[in-house]
Structure formats: C-alpha cells, structure tokens
C-alpha cells in the first residue's frame, strides 16, 4: 500500500538558510500535518491543512510557512534557519473522518550547521 | 484531551506478553483510546484504538477497564522489532469537531531483550 512519501530524507543548511521539505500524503487522504521532533524530544504539531485550506496552529514559528497544493502534496518552507530547528520533521495524513488515525512518514532530518 | 500516565520504561524478554499500561483517570465519556509506537528516529506508527470494549488487531489488543480510567495495551508475542516508545493518546472521536493533531506526551520505551 502506498505510504506518505516525504522528501528529502537528509538535509544539510547552514544558519539564516533556507530550507523546503515536501510531503505526498496517501491517495485520497485530505488532510496532512506536520510534526517537528527534536533530539531526545516528543514529536510536536507545527501545522496541519484539510482540503487545502490551513486547519490548525501547532508550535510553528513565524519564520516557517507551509501549504498544500491542488494535488494535496504539502511543502514546509523554513527560512532564516537555526541551530534549533535542527530536528525530524514528519508529515502524516489522514481522512479528515478518521483524524486520528495518521500516517507519518520516514521523516526528513534536517540538520543546521 | 485527557491527561495520560504511562510507565517511562519497561523491559520485556522476546516471545512473551508485553503489557504497556496506561492510566487515564480524567477520561470523559466520548473520548477514545489511542496507542501509537515510535520506533527509533522513524515515524510514529499507530496501532490500535477503542473507546470501551476491548479490541484486537494484527498487531495488539487493548484492554480497556470496565471504568474505563485505564487501559493496557498488549503485544502478544513481542520480537527485537517491537521496541519502540509506545504512546498512549486519549482524544474525542473522529466525528468531533476537535482539532486534528495528535499530542504526543511522555510515552513508554519498551526494549525487548533477547
């Protein structure tokens, strides 16, 4: 079965950067979050949109944005980057019917240097 | 969503029963339980969920008290593939109009030994 699909699996900045990570939810899924994990930390909620429009507010900063496109791929673009933002950052998706059952993807493991 | 307590740690030998419990006193009447397992740097997994009755799947069953102000979840034969933090997450149903994202507190790190 197909699984969120999240790109890149790696990714190398440096500080004040920018970074953009993208995300294929399921087919069919409406709805994707997105979830930032620090070292040693709980996953935490940044964003999540539902039928393209923005749902809900997690713990994103101001100098992060997101979106989801007509295809419901979703694009988490991150810029003047920090030391601090070095983390997992998952997106997961689901049926806005069956919300809380997600499906997370592989993670992208953005480091800042 | 209601307050959860999970054990921070537990140890289990391979081929037997891990028994994860999860206390949530402060439960209300339609909120449901949730487990979901994080296996080292990957992306949470859920497992299973139920609201009273006890449920069964692929990968575990759920033990949900008759108060429902605990609940244990069950991994009937567990290998070195089941450790993992397990999270235990107690939210409304689907069909509320409640925010969607999953709180993800301090779970259990089960490590299953050889």
């Known amino acids: 079965a197909a699984g969120v699909i999240q790109s890149p699996r790696h990714l190398i900045k440096e500080k004040r950067e920018t970074a953009t990570l993208k995300c294929y939810p399921i087919?069919?899924?409406?709805?994707v979050y997105w979830y930032q994990q620090g070292p040693g930390q709980d996953p935490q909620f940044l964003i999540s949109?539902?039928?393209?429009?923005?749902?809900d507010k997690g713990s994103i900063p101001d100098r992060f944005s997101a979106q989801q496109f007509s295809d419901y791929h979703s694009e988490l673009n991150m810029s003047s980057l920090e030391l601090g933002d070095s983390a997992l950052y998952f997106c997961?998706?689901?049926?806005?019917?069956?919300?809380?059952?997600?499906?997370f993807g592989a993670g992208t493991r953005l480091s800042v240097l | 969503d209601a307050k959860t307590t999970q054990p921070t740690s537990m140890d289990c030998a391979e081929g037997r029963a891990a028994n994860l419990p999860c206390n949530h006193s402060t439960i209300s009447g339609n909120e449901y339980v949730y487990w979901y397992r994080q296996i080292h740097s990957q992306g949470p997994q859920y497992i299973i969920h139920?609201?009273?009755n006890n449920e069964t799947n692929e990968m575990a069953s759920l033990i949900i008290t008759e108060d429902r102000k605990s609940s244990t979840l069950i991994l009937p034969h567990a290998t070195l593939r089941d450790t993992a933090v397990y999270y235990c997450?107690?939210?409304?149903?689907?069909?509320?109009?409640?925010?969607?994202?999953?709180?993800f507190g301090s779970g259990t790190q089960l490590t299953v030994l050889p």
């Open positions: 997450i107690v939210r409304v149903g689907d069909s509320s109009g409640s925010a969607r994202q999953l709180t």
């Open positions: 997961a998706s689901s049926l806005t019917l069956a919300k809380n059952i997600q499906y």
């Open positions: 949109f539902y039928e393209k429009m923005q749902s």
């Open positions: 139920g609201l009273k």
């Open positions: 087919p069919r899924h409406d709805t």
